[in-house]
């Protein structure tokens, strides 16, 4: 079995103590509050704690890892990118999450009423998450792909991020990551093989590696044209990556930035391409 610090299959503490653990989380901080928190966990043991999110839909989170924290101690993740999800995705919305780790930003676009839900993630032991965490709340119009998108199909090392900060695991190693060949594929041949519906609306987390999956949709994105596609990229001269604005820009799309509520600029940002001639979107984003 590889080595990782979750507990596969996972295992939830009671639906009693989830629901004291989030309200301390949750409650008001004091200078002793952590140290009370590392304690109460060490004692129970290092289980899931079942959680609520501001948006409605629950997730079964680990307390160690960032993202996941951040629902339980916040009921969300990256509002900025939440809120922009919630206002914009409809009904008939197909939604791609590329490097969907345990599943956040897919079970929000289910509870929003997107029609499909098509997930990419290459870690086995995320996918297992995020399927449990679809069935806590029985969403069911969803495929998780276990691959990591490429520019092509093949093999890769994929590095699993240490349990502190898992949404670091990518393709790129990283210090204190546990090692793992996947499966590589474009999303244009996955979307051919599976015959995939049209796709409205993708997000793109993938540390680093956003170029190469645009290439490898670049013909399903021209097929397809989606409104908006959500990504990372690394901070250059104030924009994306420039090999990644020249490819959608030639593609169809104009980029803006979504900043942060905290307003704090990071060495990776999050960035959308709006289709061009497509102005619903601009008063969602500044």
């Known amino acids: 079995m590889l080595q990782n610090s979750y507990q596969s299959p996972p295992v939830l503490h ?3 103590i989830s629901r004291l653990l989030e309200a301390y989380y949750r409650g008001p901080g004091h ?15 290092h289980k899931r704690i079942l959680v609520k999110s501001r948006y409605g839909f629950v997730m079964a ?3 160690r890892d960032l993202v996941q924290r951040h629902v339980l101690s916040l009921g969300e993740y990256e509002p900025e990118i939440s809120r922009l999800l919630r206002n914009t995705l409809q009904a008939d919305d197909v939604y791609i999450d590329i490097g969907a ?3 956040y930003h897919a079970c929000l676009a289910l509870r929003c009423g997107a029609r499909r839900v098509i997930c990419f993630e290459p870690d086995p032991l995320n996918c297992q998450i995020m399927s449990f965490n679809f069935a806590l709340n029985k969403f069911q119009s969803y495929d998780i792909f276990k691959y990591a998108l490429d520019a092509q199909d093949g093999e890769r090392v994929f590095y699993r991020a240490p349990i502190n900060n898992v949404g670091k695991s990518g393709l790129t190693k990283i210090d204190g990551s546990v090692p793992f060949n996947v499966r590589t594929a474009s999303l244009t041949l996955v979307a051919k093989k599976h015959v995939f519906p049209r796709a409205t609306v993708i997000k793109i987390d993938v540390e680093g590696w956003e170029l190469a999956v645009l290439r490898g949709a670049a013909e399903f994105l021209k097929e397809t044209q989606p409104r908006q596609i959500i990504f990372e990229s690394s901070l250059q001269a104030g924009g994306p990556d420039p090999e990644v604005k020249h490819l959608l820009n030639e593609l169809g799309y104009r980029l803006a930035h979504i900043p942060r509520d905290d307003g704090s600029i990071q060495e990776a940002e999050n960035f959308v391409a709006l289709r061009n001639g497509d102005s619903s979107l601009e008063r969602l984003i500044g």
């Open 14 to 16: 009671s639906p009693w």
């Open 31 to 45: 200078p002793a509050k952590f140290r009370v928190l590392n304690y109460l966990e060490g004692a129970l043991g």
């Open 61 to 63: 989170v680990d307390s």
């Open 101 to 103: 780790n345990v599943g």
